[in-house]
């Protein structure tokens, strides 16, 4: 319930803060004293758009402040899902600044609009003639018709399931689409990997059969190389050992003359060992050279078909192309998998249909079960409030399609008067008739869910006087359940309040200013006569008005 209200710097409010209490709230006010600008602010609270031309001083920050007490009405999970701080007693507020930005908070934390309105339309319901269109909404028939059914678990689960068949259906077109072109590229994918796994590749084989291709290639240039090497370090007159041999024979035999001989022995000692390895060493590679024409033919094959590769894949080294081979195989292994993906879709597909369907049977079961309740309750109301003749003929019937609340069709046909045949809505019934039978509607609600607070706007215009006394009634029990407010102009609607706020004008310094005042008793009585007799109020008037209040 709406608790208390602050409302600065907006149209003709310089400030105002009012407090409201549960039950049936009356709001009274000539033509023009200023109720629209309560309801536009009211109005910003539920997220609708702001406007710096409404702002009283545009040098000023306007404000508008609502508490609610939302401890009834479920709205952890919606807290939760904005990640908004959940409290019993929450305020929303709307700010406009002079640049002409609009800001809005849910208990102090910064929110976008959709989230305002998320939560506002669980709280607030201002309820205005032109908002009787909402009646000719299939989506709102639905929901009367739901909350007789006590549907609400159902639906729930009904649309968790659509929304996982929804997913799914979408996964399974993406799963076919990819099949149809992988199989363009199977072939070709298959052709490539093929001709990768042939290769045999190995890592680092590039630069070993580079080198080994170098070898056998030149085998005679090396081996006459290499022998040359060996004569020159190895000849008994003029090879380098030898004569290496020699001197170091001459120097050991001046080791013992001093530290630095033997020193210099040492050396040439150390470079004798040296070229005796080197000798060895050449001496092996001769022996293990050996001119091998097939072998250089394949080891030339397998560069050519390396090289071949790498340019054909524009890639740097054999590493990449076995990057390559993994991907293709990859996309070739993806490819053979999808039958049996497509497969398990189309079977998880079949048993979601399955459970959506029995799921929207018993939803449709239990709407079809309450029809003549529904129907009943609606004529007998709508027969009090000058509609003797109103009668409704709704119909459901099965589609194939699923829709968000089910798999029904709705046909919430109307007729006002005997003889005449039974129309949609928004054909059938005026304005006028339109508003009784929101009236009634919100009626029947308030038995079977808990509405967010209500606050009819006018919605008597047009009304005699009995009539007027029955839509009191209605609204009055109404409020027994929820918090209601109404403005009016009716006296005989107006004495049926649990709590009773008058807005006026008043000038103040040559300026005018809108006010809501909560009235006494005794002001409720005045005003109630002025509204029965006009602003001279007669004895009459006031007896009158509190017989009505009695």
């Given at each position: 319930?709406?608790?208390?209200?602050?409302?600065?710097?907006?149209?003709?409010?310089?400030?105002?803060?009012?407090?409201?209490?549960?039950?049936l709230?009356?709001?009274?006010?000539?033509?023009?004293?200023?109720?629209?600008?309560?309801?536009?602010?009211?109005?910003?609270?539920l997220?609708?758009?702001?406007?710096?031309?409404?702002?009283?001083?545009?040098?000023?920050?306007?404000?508008?402040?609502?508490?609610?007490?939302?401890?009834?009405?479920?709205?952890?999970p919606?807290?939760?899902?904005?990640?908004?701080?959940?409290?019993?007693?929450?305020?929303?507020?709307?700010?406009?600044?002079?640049?002409?930005?609009?800001?809005?908070?849910i208990?102090?934390?910064?929110?976008?609009?959709?989230?305002?309105?998320?939560?506002?339309e669980?709280l607030?319901?201002?309820?205005?003639?032109?908002?009787?269109?909402q009646?000719?909404?299939?989506?709102?028939q639905?929901?009367?018709?739901?909350?007789?059914?006590?549907?609400?678990?159902?639906?729930?689960?009904?649309?968790?399931k659509?929304?996982?068949?929804?997913?799914?259906?979408?996964?399974?077109?993406?799963?076919?689409?990819?099949?149809?072109?992988?199989?363009?590229?199977?072939?070709?994918?298959?052709?490539?990997?093929?001709?990768?796994?042939d290769?045999?590749?190995?890592?680092?084989?590039?630069?070993?059969?580079?080198?080994?291709?170098?070898?056998?290639?030149?085998?005679?240039?090396i081996?006459?190389?290499?022998?040359?090497?060996?004569?020159?370090?190895?000849?008994?007159?003029?090879?380098?050992?030898?004569?290496?041999n020699?001197?170091?024979?001459?120097?050991?035999?001046?080791v013992?003359?001093?530290?630095?001989y033997?020193?210099?022995?040492?050396?040439?000692?150390?470079?004798?060992?040296?070229?005796?390895?080197?000798?060895?060493?050449?001496?092996?590679?001769?022996?293990?050279?050996?001119?091998?024409?097939?072998?250089l033919?394949?080891v030339?094959?397998?560069?050519?078909?390396?090289?071949?590769?790498?340019?054909?894949?524009?890639?740097?080294?054999v590493?990449?192309?076995?990057?390559?081979?993994?991907e293709?195989?990859?996309?070739?292994?993806?490819?053979?998998?999808?039958?049996?993906?497509?497969?398990?879709?189309?079977?998880?597909?079949?048993?979601l249909?399955a459970?959506?369907?029995?799921?929207?049977k018993?939803?449709?079961?239990?709407?079809?079960?309450?029809?003549?309740?529904?129907t009943?309750?609606?004529?007998?109301?709508l027969?009090?409030?000058?509609?003797?003749?109103?009668?409704?003929?709704?119909?459901?019937?099965?589609?194939?399609?699923?829709?968000?609340?089910?798999?029904?069709?709705?046909?919430?046909?109307?007729?006002?008067?005997?003889?005449?045949?039974?129309?949609?809505?928004?054909?059938?019934?005026?304005?006028?008739?339109l508003?009784?039978i929101?009236?009634?509607?919100k009626s029947?609600?308030?038995?079977?869910?808990?509405?967010?607070?209500?606050?009819?706007?006018?919605?008597?215009?047009?009304v005699s006087?009995?009539?007027s006394?029955?839509?009191?009634?209605?609204?009055?029990?109404?409020?027994?359940?929820?918090?209601?407010?109404?403005?009016?102009?009716?006296?005989?609607?107006?004495?049926?309040?649990?709590?009773?706020?008058?807005?006026?004008?008043?000038?103040?310094?040559?300026?005018?200013?809108?006010?809501?005042?909560?009235?006494?008793?005794?002001?409720?009585?005045?005003?109630?006569?002025?509204?029965?007799?006009?602003?001279?109020?007669?004895?009459?008037?006031?007896?009158?008005?509190?017989?009505?209040?009695?």
């Amino acid at each position: 319930m709406l608790t208390q209200l602050v409302i600065k710097n907006y149209a003709l409010i310089d400030e105002l803060q009012v407090e409201f209490n549960n039950g049936l709230t009356i709001i009274t006010g000539e033509t023009g004293a200023g109720k629209s600008i309560l309801l536009g602010g009211l109005s910003l609270i539920l997220g609708k758009r702001a406007d710096l031309g409404t702002v009283k001083d545009a040098s000023k920050k306007c404000i508008i402040e609502a508490t609610f007490d939302i401890a009834k009405y479920n709205l952890k999970p919606f807290f939760n899902s904005e990640d908004l701080d959940y409290e019993s007693l929450t305020i929303i507020r709307r700010e406009i600044l002079p640049s002409g930005k609009s800001r809005a908070f849910i208990n102090d934390t910064p929110v976008n609009l959709s989230s305002l309105q998320g939560l506002g339309e669980q709280l607030l319901d201002i309820h205005s003639q032109h908002q009787t269109l909402q009646l000719t909404n299939d989506q709102f028939q639905f929901q009367i018709i739901d909350a007789l059914a006590d549907n609400s678990n159902s639906l729930e689960l009904y649309f968790e399931k659509l929304k996982t068949y929804k997913r799914s259906s979408v996964a399974l077109q993406e799963l076919l689409a990819q099949k149809s072109e992988s199989i363009k590229e199977l072939d070709y994918n298959l052709f490539l990997l093929k001709e990768l796994e042939d290769a045999n590749l190995i890592e680092d084989e590039l630069e070993a059969l580079e080198s080994e291709y170098e070898t056998l290639n030149n085998v005679e240039d090396i081996k006459e190389k290499l022998g040359r090497s060996q004569h020159l370090l190895h000849d008994d007159d003029l090879g380098i050992i030898s004569n290496l041999n020699d001197i170091k024979q001459q120097l050991a035999k001046l080791v013992g003359y001093g530290k630095h001989y033997e020193a210099i022995y040492e050396r040439v000692n150390s470079s004798v060992i040296e070229l005796d390895d080197v000798l060895s060493e050449i001496e092996d590679l001769e022996s293990q050279l050996e001119a091998d024409p097939l072998r250089l033919d394949t080891v030339n094959a397998k560069l050519q078909t390396l090289h071949n590769l790498m340019q054909k894949h524009a890639v740097a080294s054999v590493k990449e192309l076995m990057t390559i081979k993994e991907e293709l195989s990859e996309k070739v292994l993806i490819t053979e998998s999808l039958d049996h993906r497509i497969s398990d879709m189309e079977k998880e597909l079949k048993q979601l249909d399955a459970q959506l369907k029995d799921i929207s049977k018993v939803i449709r079961d239990k709407r079809i079960q309450v029809l003549p309740e529904l129907t009943n309750q609606l004529e007998t109301i709508l027969g009090t409030l000058g509609m003797p003749n109103a009668k409704f003929n709704i119909v459901i019937k099965p589609i194939e399609t699923y829709l968000s609340n089910g798999t029904d069709d709705l046909q919430f046909l109307f007729s006002a008067n005997k003889g005449m045949q039974y129309n949609d809505l928004k054909k059938a019934a005026s304005g006028g008739e339109l508003s009784r039978i929101m009236l009634a509607i919100k009626s029947i609600l308030s038995k079977y869910t808990q509405l967010p607070t209500i606050m009819f706007d006018e919605i008597d215009t047009g009304v005699s006087g009995e009539i007027s006394n029955k839509m009191a009634s209605i609204m009055q029990r109404m409020s027994k359940a929820m918090q209601v407010f109404t403005i009016t102009h009716l006296p005989q609607i107006a004495a049926k309040g649990d709590t009773h706020f008058k807005v006026y004008k008043e000038d103040v310094d040559d300026v005018t200013q809108t006010q809501l005042k909560k009235l006494t008793a005794e002001e409720r009585i005045v005003e109630i006569a002025q509204m029965l007799g006009g602003s001279d109020v007669s004895n009459s008037a006031l007896e009158h008005a509190k017989q009505l209040l009695n």
